[in-house]
């Protein structure tokens, strides 16, 4: 990676692309930096992943959830 002294854009090789790409898919669900060094530097199985997945899911739609409720009680008739 190269980074503009002027600008501080970030350049990335050929190479990098699908680590950055799943990076920022990670980063999309919400999983925090430390989660996906873990995610990336250690590469969990399959099946650690996907229970990894299922709990930011639920974590996800408990927000969901208790966001819906606190809309509710702001409801102006």
């Known amino acids: 990676m190269q980074i503009d002294s002027s600008t501080g854009y970030r350049y990335y090789s050929v190479e990098q692309l699908p680590r950055l790409n799943r990076i920022l898919?990670?980063?999309?669900?919400?999983?925090?930096?430390?989660?996906?060094?873990?995610?990336?530097?250690?590469?969990?199985?399959?099946?650690?992943?996907?229970?990894?997945?299922?709990?930011?899911?639920?974590?996800?739609?408990?927000?969901?959830?208790?966001?819906?409720?606190r809309l509710s009680a702001w409801k102006f008739a």
């Open 25 to 69: 898919a990670y980063k999309d669900l919400g999983f925090s930096l430390e989660q996906i060094r873990g995610l990336l530097d250690d590469e969990p199985p399959l099946s650690q992943v996907r229970q990894l997945f299922q709990l930011k899911q639920a974590e996800i739609r408990d927000r969901l959830t208790e966001d819906q409720r």
